[in-house]
Nanobody
Framework: VQLVESGGGLVQAGGSLRLSCEASGFTFDDYAVGWFRQAPGKEREGVSCIRSAHDRTYYADSVKGRFTASSDNAKNMLYLQMNNLQPEDTAVYYC?????????????????????WGQGAQVTVSS
């Protein structure tokens, strides 16, 4: 399993960015996927997670209405569209995956629920 993020950068408050995650070594039908972020001095937190196409997508309260996660199963790509970015969104963003065997039911978005991680993409929002 390999995950490679891209699309981070520097943006002014109120701006938008789209993160991409190229996945290989697994199919979305068999794995739960998610986006996480870690700000300096803080723990890694779940931003958006989905267990399967039949489940709802989880969003952290802090990003609801501003961030949208999506996937292109044919290309094995994950995306995180981030709108109305704020300085508190500044963090390293990671995509993550784990086998559905480890999450038998429901959507989970804790950092300990996922086994595979990308290298991270820095997102910096200036005020």
């Amino acid at each position: 399993v390999q995950l490679v993020e891209s699309g981070g950068g520097l943006v002014q408050a109120g701006g938008s960015l789209r993160l991409s995650c190229e996945a290989s070594g697994f199919t979305f039908d068999d794995y739960a996927v998610g986006w996480f972020r870690q700000a300096p001095g803080k723990e890694r937190e779940g931003v958006s997670c989905i267990r399967s196409a039949h489940d709802r997508t989880y969003y952290a309260d802090s990003v609801k209405g501003r961030f949208t996660a999506s996937s292109d199963n044919a290309k094995n790509m994950l995306y995180l569209q981030m709108n109305n970015l704020q300085p508190e969104d500044t963090a390293v963003y990671y995509c993550a995956a784990t086998s559905l065997a480890t999450i038998p039911t429901g959507v989970r978005c804790g950092r300990n629920d996922y086994d595979y991680w990308g290298q991270g993409a820095q997102v910096t929002v200036s005020s």
